[in-house]
């Protein structure tokens, strides 16, 4: 991808400091971009449900077939598996089981995952379907400071501000703004996306010797289902899940539910616990994030907005992704990064034709 190298880079607004944010504002600095990040939310920040990032399980298992979705998952996994040596990823073997043959994705990425094999029906549950292969897992808001400390060291500004608009945003020296907002897409006047949502996600972080993930999708309930994903430099923490509760913006975790996902993720992985009971597993917190979803799927476009005065600025929206957002991250903010390249070289920054007096 061509680097923007010269006397004065060109300037670039990323807004939002999530997952995708972040890593458009690092693949942009590597290009050579004078690069700010304008978020409510950064790194190292404590943790705040309005923030989806920290929340994340941030282990690599595709959700779909949406093609657009498998290149980024595709792409990322590439990037994920290069963190390995230096431990912030961390190489993870996965269980996946599913009702059917349709909830394991066509095997789409039977050739893209490392020892992809197909189960047979004495190791799955009666009458599901399931696969093991290499997965990858991230602590996430570990993961997010590296970013954060990735991006400073290339001299990307990390800049705190709660917006109203993408229009606060912009400077008069932006030549384009990337909108990785998230859920904040449904809110910002001058976006005001209607089909962003969030998926509500309910866990358990606990703490035990579980180096292997599963993601059981064949409980017959429309909300829950259940993923142990152990969390690499945590001192042994495992994420036990779950639900996808559509349009949930309900805070405060269901003690019922977190009885629930224990006992369904105990009944997968027994060393979980100490003495095999619910009882037995030390629980470290609860939590409940909120997937930064969108109906119909993630908005990946340019468009090209006039902020006040005649000054026309490409703006890449990227948000949307929902629960894929670490496994699909390079690959999303790879593609935002080139519709900014592909905008400034075609010189979108340019008079909007003047009145005609
Ligand atoms: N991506 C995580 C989530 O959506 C999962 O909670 F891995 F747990 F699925």
């Not at 309900?250 to 993720?265: F, G, K, W, Y």
């Not at 890449?316 to 593609?335: F, R």
Request: with cysteine; net charge neutral.
């Amino acid at each position: 991808m061509a680097s923007v190298r010269g006397p004065t880079p060109p300037s670039v607004v990323v807004v939002g400091g999530g997952v995708i944010g972040l890593t458009a504002a690092l693949l942009l600095a590597r290009r050579g971009y004078a690069v700010e990040v304008v978020a409510r939310n950064l790194p190292g920040d404590s943790l705040d449900q309005a923030w989806a990032s920290p929340w994340a399980g941030a282990n690599w298992c595709p959700f779909g077939v949406d093609p657009r979705v498998c290149k980024w998952e595709a792409e990322t996994l590439e990037q994920l598996r290069t963190l390995i040596p230096s431990g912030l990823a961390m190489p993870l073997p996965i269980t996946r089981f599913a009702s059917s043959e349709a909830g394991l994705h066509n095997h789409w990425y039977a050739g893209v995952a490392d020892n992809y094999t197909r189960l047979g029906p004495e190791s799955c549950p009666p009458g599901c379907v399931g696969v093991t292969f290499t997965s990858v897992s991230v602590n996430s808001p570990h993961y997010l400071e590296w970013l954060g400390a990735q991006c400073t060291a290339l001299g990307v500004k990390l800049r705190r501000a709660t917006l109203k608009a993408l229009r606060d945003a912009v400077r008069p020296d932006t030549r384009a703004v990337i909108n990785a907002t998230g859920l904040g897409a449904g809110e910002l006047e001058d976006v005001r996306d209607e089909f962003v949502e969030p998926i509500r996600g309910q866990i358990v972080v606990v703490r035990a010797p579980v180096k292997r993930c599963v993601m059981d999708a064949t409980m017959n309930h429309p909300t829950r289902s259940t993923y142990i994903i152990p969390r690499p430099n945590s001192g042994g923490q495992v994420i036990c899940g779950g639900c996808y509760e559509v349009g949930s913006t309900v805070r405060e975790p269901d003690p019922a539910m977190t009885r629930s996902i224990l006992e369904h993720c105990l009944a997968r992985i027994p060393e979980l616990s100490k003495d095999g009971t619910v009882e037995g597993i030390e629980i470290i917190r609860e939590c409940v994030g909120f997937r930064p979803s969108r109906r119909g799927g993630p908005r990946l476009e340019r468009e090209d907005k006039t902020f006040g005065g005649s000054r026309r600025v490409p703006v890449v929206h990227a948000y949307g992704i929902g629960p894929a957002g670490y496994q699909a991250s390079w690959g999303m903010a790879g593609e935002a990064v080139k519709l900014v390249g592909d905008a400034l070289i075609e010189g979108i920054v340019v008079e909007a034709p003047r009145a005609k007096l």
